[in-house]
């Protein structure tokens, strides 16, 4: 694609087995996603946003070296490894994890709206990320797992996360950062380097 916003923000947007919808490392937001064809983000700042109002399951690959946000109150469940570089946003409702590690491991990880939640709902899946984030003076913003799930931290730096981590799954922490949880934490804490501070 040529410029951003060539895409209307309210079209759903199903790619097809096979297909690949290429942005071409410009700006993009899309209503529902789904299919299983794969979403090239371009290189350089190339950006998709999913301003999803409802539920759907996407099991293609979005690659490239831009970033992901999603937006909207609706729920996208992602059902393959994706393979971006840039960052991961959760500004509205609830991202599922479908398989261990959908979102790419080397991603930092931002809650940016309120009542938005990362979901692992399938036993034995696991997500890494780099980078822990949330907005400050939010409320609802929540990472839930079952016993068998775990949500692996390797984080560099330090940071402050506003959410809570709900449910049973194993939060590991590892990497030289420290990061400082607001809000309620059910879950069980490994903690293999760095730090978990309390700001409650």
């Known amino acids: 694609m040529a410029s951003n916003n060539a895409i209307s923000n309210s079209n759903a947007m199903n790619v097809a ?16 996603l789904s299919g299983s064809g794969n979403i090239n983000l371009g290189s350089g700042s190339g950006a998709l946003t999913v301003s999803q109002r409802t539920f759907s399951g996407y099991s293609g690959i979005i690659g490239g070296t831009g970033s992901f946000t999603k937006s909207g109150p609706g729920v996208l469940r992602l059902n393959a490894g994706n393979t971006y570089s840039g960052s991961t946003t959760i500004a509205g409702g609830e991202i599922i994890i479908g398989i261990s590690d959908a979102l790419p491991t080397t991603s930092a990880i931002s809650f940016t709206g309120a009542s938005t939640r990362l979901l692992m709902l399938e036993q034995n899946i ?4 780099t980078s822990l984030t949330s907005s400050s003076g939010l409320s609802g913003i929540s990472i839930f797992g079952y016993g068998t799930n775990s949500f692996n931290l390797n984080q560099s730096v330090s940071s402050n996360f506003y959410g809570g981590l709900l449910g049973t799954f194993n939060f590991v922490k590892n990497g030289i950062g420290t990061i400082t949880m607001h809000g309620t934490r059910s879950a069980r804490e490994t903690l293999n380097e760095g730090g978990i501070n309390s700001g409650i």
């Open 17 to 32: 087995s096979g297909a690949n919808l290429d942005i071409g490392g410009t700006t993009q937001t899309i209503g529902t």
């Open 126 to 129: 696991s997500q890494a990320f």
